[in-house]
């Protein structure tokens, strides 16, 4: 209340707010110490992931530290699950891992990530054996039988199966 111009009072919010250079160089160590403490999700996707560490790069940049691509890049190939090990080695194979753009990796991991999601849908939706898939029109509370041995699905006991030799009709025998 006792400044009187903007640049005084520019001034005094810019020090209150920012910090001298040791403070700033604390929460920069404690903002890389996080970034090295990352590590991916089994859960996690990978466009989830990379928002998260370059949410901590954006804010060791916003405290004036220079923090490189590569670094993320070397960062995403040590920290992801095995499950993306074949992408890794096609890259390597294909490209100099140490020149790679953060841009190619995520995209090249994206595409295994959504071919894969899209082949576990398949699977899902696909009535193998001829079958028909227990989710689709049932209650998601439906019980799990043992294949009859009559029909060969599963969805009902044995002795309910309408295929049995021994079935009569109620009304009329």
């Given at each position: 209340?006792?400044?009187?111009?903007?640049?005084?009072?520019?001034?005094?919010?810019?020090?209150?707010?920012?910090?001298?250079?040791?403070?700033?160089?604390?929460?920069?160590?404690?903002?890389?110490?996080?970034?090295?403490?990352?590590?991916?999700?089994?859960?996690?996707?990978?466009?989830?992931?990379?928002?998260?560490?370059?949410?901590?790069?954006?804010?060791?940049?916003?405290?004036?530290?220079?923090?490189?691509y590569?670094?993320?890049?070397?960062?995403?190939?040590?920290?992801?699950?095995e499950?993306?090990?074949?992408?890794i080695?096609?890259?390597?194979?294909?490209?100099?891992?140490?020149?790679?753009?953060?841009?190619?990796?995520?995209?090249?991991?994206?595409?295994?990530?959504?071919?894969?999601?899209?082949?576990?849908?398949?699977?899902?939706?696909?009535?193998?054996?001829?079958?028909a898939?227990?989710?689709?029109?049932?209650?998601?509370?439906?019980?799990?039988?043992?294949?009859?041995?009559?029909?060969?699905?599963?969805?009902?006991?044995q002795?309910?199966?309408?295929?049995?030799?021994?079935?009569?009709?109620?009304?009329?025998?």
């Open positions: 209340m006792t400044l009187k111009t903007a640049k005084e009072i520019w001034n005094f919010l810019k020090q209150e707010y920012e910090g001298d250079k040791r403070i700033r160089g604390i929460q920069v160590l404690n903002l890389i110490r996080e970034f090295e403490l990352q590590k991916m999700k089994e859960s996690e996707t990978i466009k989830e992931y990379s928002d998260r560490l370059l949410g901590i790069v954006n804010r060791v940049r916003l405290l004036g530290t220079d923090f490189f590569s670094r993320i890049v070397q960062k995403i190939l040590v920290t992801i699950p499950k993306f090990e074949t992408t080695s096609s890259l390597e194979n294909s490209k100099d891992l140490s020149s790679i753009t953060l841009a190619e990796l995520l995209n090249a991991l994206q595409a295994q990530e959504q071919r894969r999601f899209m082949n576990k849908n398949k699977k899902r939706n696909s009535k193998p054996g001829g079958s898939d227990n989710n689709n029109n049932n209650k998601s509370n439906t019980q799990v039988f043992p294949s009859c041995p009559y029909c060969k699905k599963d969805n009902h006991p002795r309910r199966c309408w295929w049995r030799p021994d079935v009569k009709c109620n009304k009329c025998g």
